[in-house]
């Protein structure tokens, strides 16, 4: 197996912190590294994301990631991650993501957001 770059380590340790339940945008986890943007993030994700929990990192608008829905709506079900239900006349009726509710800041030991703050 080909060794990974240190930044593509770096995103994906930091997306095996984020809590069940819980997301971080692709924006929030370069914020959180000091380097690199969400589309650095974005590509580590589409490149070496398979093992890790790919589904906690989303888009900042809490859209599913297309062509992937299911599978992240089947995880997110599973672990309790806060949804909107889309409206009647959305395409395809997905939910998206509650980004006040679900979104993690990284703290707390991998507990949730300080809910004073939201």
């Known amino acids: 197996m080909e060794e990974l770059p240190e930044y593509a380590e770096r995103v994906l340790d930091v997306t095996e912190q984020i809590p069940p339940g819980r997301v971080m945008t692709y924006g929030d986890i370069a914020e959180w590294l000091g380097e690199g943007g969400p589309r650095q993030v974005g590509r580590v994700m589409a490149l070496y994301g398979g093992a890790v929990?790919?589904?906690r990192v989303v888009r900042s608008d809490g859209t599913l990631l297309p062509?992937?829905?299911l599978d992240a709506l089947g995880n997110y079900r599973a672990e309790g991650?806060?949804?909107r239900e889309a409206p009647p006349g959305?395409?395809?009726h997905v939910p998206r993501l509650d980004m006040k509710r679900a979104r993690w800041d990284g703290g707390g030991g991998g507990g949730a957001v300080d809910d004073a703050h939201i």
């Open 53 to 55: 929990p790919w589904w």
């Open 90 to 92: 959305a395409e395809g």
């Open 81 to 83: 991650t806060p949804l």
């Open 67 to 69: 062509g992937h829905e």
